[in-house]
């Protein structure tokens, strides 16, 4: 009898670790479903421990039915744009007007985005995840040894 109690409880605790194992497999895996409605991929971004591929997908499903925002002049400037000619026209004010008024426009996190893809291409390990500054010097390091190492072969000859 107290045998089989131990027994139940055993199966219990086994069952829980399992449910919770499964759990945090897919902690942090959002569908794409979710990508397109919400704009994870800023968060993603601003992560250094998110995967580079994974926030690709995200921006790419969150953008999909959307359009781009267009690059506008900074604000906030003297009238230089305006006297060089460099101010976008009336109608394109009003599309940006219009496209603020029913959201954000989230030009800055694409423009951020652009270019976060830009500095971190390079540093992209095989399992899409981005090497930490360490690990980048740490090649750098490599590289210039294994640099040092062929001029000296190379020298020798």
């Known amino acids: 009898m107290k045998y089989t109690s131990y027994l139940k409880v055993a199966m219990v605790f086994l069952w829980l670790i399992t449910v919770k194992g499964f759990a945090q497999q897919n902690l942090g895996k959002q569908s794409t479903r979710y990508y397109s409605k919400h704009p994870v991929w800023i968060e993603m971004m601003n992560d250094a421990n998110a995967n580079y591929y994974e926030t690709i997908k995200a921006f790419k499903a969150y953008w999909k039915n959307r ?4 690059e506008t002049l900074e ?3 003297d ?3 305006k006297e060089m000619g460099l101010e976008e026209n009336e109608k394109e004010e009003k599309e940006v007007k219009r496209r603020s008024e029913k959201g954000v426009s989230y030009a800055a996190e694409v423009r951020a985005f652009k270019g976060w893809i830009q500095s971190n291409q390079a540093w992209v390990k095989a399992d899409g995840y981005i090497m930490t500054s360490q690990e980048r010097q740490d090649l ?3 590289q210039q040894q294994e640099l040092k190492e062929i001029e000296l072969k190379n020298g020798k000859k």
């Open 67 to 70: 359009e781009l925002p267009k």
């Open 75 to 77: 604000s906030g400037t």
């Open 79 to 81: 009238n230089f744009e």
């Open 140 to 142: 750098i390091t490599r």
